[in-house]
């Protein structure tokens, strides 16, 4: 067993390089440089060949000619290599967005829906009663409608008229915040027009 001792340096500066792994190619025997680029590998072959090899730097292969010699291998960049490095951020993932309650389907569907299935009432129609109703409900963490409420009534019938087409209307999907499904109030107009 032979000590073969160095120092990788950069090309272009001459500073030693830390972190250089040196292998007995063919092998798993090496070692990493210290901070001052130096090394110390233990072989058996006198007549090995090392492998160098580090990130943002040409491999390089080194036949041992005299193992007793210590060695100054100088590394050229490789602006290629340095392309393909990949930077990981440490720290917590961004909290996701917070997201509403909303109708399967979307709001725009929702109102579709509203206009399509709404059924006059009888005595709004001979009343030629228009206008909005305004509801308010909470959506649960289910999916649920609980606590459906009038805000701004129209007349006894469009209300519940309203109020129907809410609780046989379209399945709602929670809001989230914090990335967990979250009970959310929502309001909405049905309109009545003649």
Do not use: N
């Not at 390089?60 to 951020?89: G, H, N, Q």
């Not at 909290?95 to 979307?106: D, E, F, Q, W």
């Not at 009663?129 to 701004?152: N, P, Y």
């Amino acid at each position: 067993m032979r000590m073969v001792r160095g120092r990788i340096t950069d090309q272009r500066s001459g500073e030693g390089l830390p972190g250089v792994t040196v292998l007995v190619k063919g092998t798993q025997q090496g070692v990493s440089t210290q901070a001052d680029g130096s090394f110390a590998l233990p072989i058996t072959d006198s007549q090995s060949t090392l492998t160098i090899a580090s990130v943002g730097y040409q491999t390089r292969e080194y036949k041992l000619t005299s193992p007793s010699t210590p060695l100054t291998l100088a590394l050229a960049s490789d602006t290629r290599s340095l392309s393909e490095v990949v930077v990981t951020r440490k720290g917590k993932m961004p909290a996701p967005p917070a997201v509403g309650p909303a109708p399967a389907g979307g709001l725009p569907a929702f109102h579709e829906y509203l206009k399509e299935e709404l059924q006059y009432p009888e005595k709004a129609l001979r009343d030629r009663t228009q206008g909005t109703v305004k509801l308010r409900f909470t959506v649960a963490a289910s999916g649920a409608i609980e606590d459906l409420k009038v805000v701004s009534g129209l007349s006894k019938e469009c209300d519940e008229e309203a109020m129907r087409l809410v609780r046989e209307g379209p399945a709602w999907f929670p809001g989230i915040i914090g990335g967990r499904r979250t009970a959310q109030q929502v309001r909405i107009s049905v309109p009545f027009r003649l």
